[in-house]
Nanobody
Framework: QVQLVESGGGSVQAGGSLRLSCAAS????????MGWFRQAPGKDHEWVAS???????YYSDSVKGRFTISRDNTKKSLYLQMNSLKLEDTAMYYC??????????????????WGQGTQVTVSS
C-alpha cells in the first residue's frame, strides 16, 4: 500500500534546470527521512541527497551547490530542484523513505521504501 511516485523528469540542455517531485502515500510521511538516489546506465545506485525528519539536509559532493532537496509534510511530498545540470547528471532518479538512517543516509539499504524512478536526460 505504501507508494512513492516520482515525476518531473525529462530532457534538458546542460546548464538548465529541472524540478523533481515525489508523492508519498500509505505511510506516516512526517516520521520518515527522505532521500534521492540516481542510477546511470551500467552503474550502481548513487546517493544524491537526503532530508531528515527535522529538516536537516545532506548532499553528495557531486551535486552540492547545484541541487536542493526539500519536503512538504502537509502534502507528503519530496522535491529535488536541480540547477546547472551537467551531462553526468543523466540518470534514472529515485526517491526513497527510511525510518532509521543511523547517520548513514547515503546507503541505499538504510531506506525502507522506493519509488519507480523518473528519467533525467541532460544533453550537450
Amino acid at each position: 500500500q505504501v507508494q512513492l511516485v516520482e515525476s518531473g523528469g525529462g530532457s534538458v540542455q546542460a546548464g538548465g534546470s529541472l524540478r523533481l517531485s515525489c508523492a508519498a502515500s500509505g505511510l506516516a510521511y512526517d516520521v520518515y527521512n527522505m532521500g534521492w538516489f540516481r542510477q546511470a546506465p551500467g552503474k550502481d545506485h548513487e546517493w544524491v541527497a537526503s532530508i531528515l525528519i527535522d529538516g536537516t539536509t545532506y548532499y553528495s559532493d557531486s551535486v552540492k551547490g547545484r541541487f536542493t532537496i526539500s519536503r512538504d509534510n502537509t502534502k507528503k511530498s519530496l522535491y529535488l530542484q536541480m540547477n546547472s545540470l551537467k551531462l553526468e547528471d543523466t540518470a534514472m532518479y529515485y526517491c526513497a523513505a527510511g525510518l532509521w538512517l543511523g547517520n548513514r543516509w547515503s546507503i541505499p539499504t538504510q531506506y525502507n521504501f522506493w519509488g519507480q524512478g523518473t528519467q533525467v536526460t541532460v544533453s550537450s
